[in-house]
């Protein structure tokens, strides 16, 4: 099982994980995400290929 977290379009897991910050508007309702970077995650864990750099 991977977790994989994403701010817009960059993406990161573990053991390569931002350090934790609340910026202002956190608990809000927009969230900066790419649903496009998104999609590209699903697909390729669905295809069962894996990214060198998925730690």
Not at 23 to 34: A, L, M, R, S, Y
Request: charged share 20%; aromatic share 10%.
């Amino acid at each position: 099982m991977a977790h994989y977290g994403f701010h817009g379009a960059q993406r990161f897991t573990s053991p390569d994980t931002p350090p934790v910050a609340y910026p202002e508007g956190f608990q809000g309702n927009d969230i900066p995400i790419d649903a496009q970077a998104v999609l590209e995650v699903v697909r390729m864990r669905l295809s069962g290929a894996e990214e060198a750099d998925d730690g």
